[in-house]
């Protein structure tokens, strides 16, 4: 079976679970007669082009890599198996590096015309449930090795940042107390 075969198996077996977007496509598929994949393809059709030429791709790309990642990770607190977890905070990982990168750069960003259709493209492979997502490729490629080569330096920069602001506050309490003692 090709790629794109399993991927298309994989939608429509998605498409056909239980849940309250199913139900929504169902109810479509019953009232029009058209299949339910071919309502999420056209669904897909319209967003990329609202996404490209439409105004709001912003919002809508929000939507779609912050919004349902964050219910995901709820169900995945709530439920009792640990690899769903991992595989949201993998993602709130690369999310935030993706989002640190794109702060720092955003004065170029903005002008590449297809930017919002091809983040929103890049935030839905990164928490896609397939073996190629996004998230684990780029955290197992990328972040977790300078995790790993830098993450002790890390460590100790932010305790000893701590305790310098530790030692700060206990400083600016004692001076408050001078201040207050000498004013009474």
Not at 109 to 135: E, T
Request: charge should be neutral; proline fraction near 2%.
């Amino acid at each position: 079976m090709s790629q794109l075969t399993q991927i298309q198996a994989d939608i429509e077996k998605a498409l056909n679970a239980d849940n309250a977007m199913t139900r929504i496509f169902a109810n479509l598929e019953q009232s029009t007669g058209v299949k339910r994949l071919y309502l999420f393809y056209g669904l897909l059709a319209v967003l990329a082009l609202w996404l490209i030429f439409g105004y709001g791709g912003g919002f809508i790309c929000f939507l779609i890599g912050f919004l349902y990642p964050a219910y995901q990770s709820v169900k995945a607190i709530e439920s009792g198996n640990k690899e769903d977890d991992t595989q949201w905070l993998t993602y709130w990982v690369v999310f935030s590096a993706f989002s640190a990168v794109e702060y720092a750069s955003d004065i170029f960003v903005y002008w590449f015309p297809l930017y919002w259709f091809v983040k929103c493209m890049f935030l839905v492979w990164c928490f896609a449930p397939v073996s190629w997502n996004g998230s684990n490729l780029i955290y197992h490629r990328f972040i977790r090795p300078q995790y790993i080569a830098h993450g002790g330096k890390i460590d100790d920069a932010i305790s000893r940042a701590t305790a310098s602001a530790k030692e700060l506050i206990d400083q600016g309490v004692k001076i408050s107390k001078t201040v207050s003692d000498k004013s009474e």
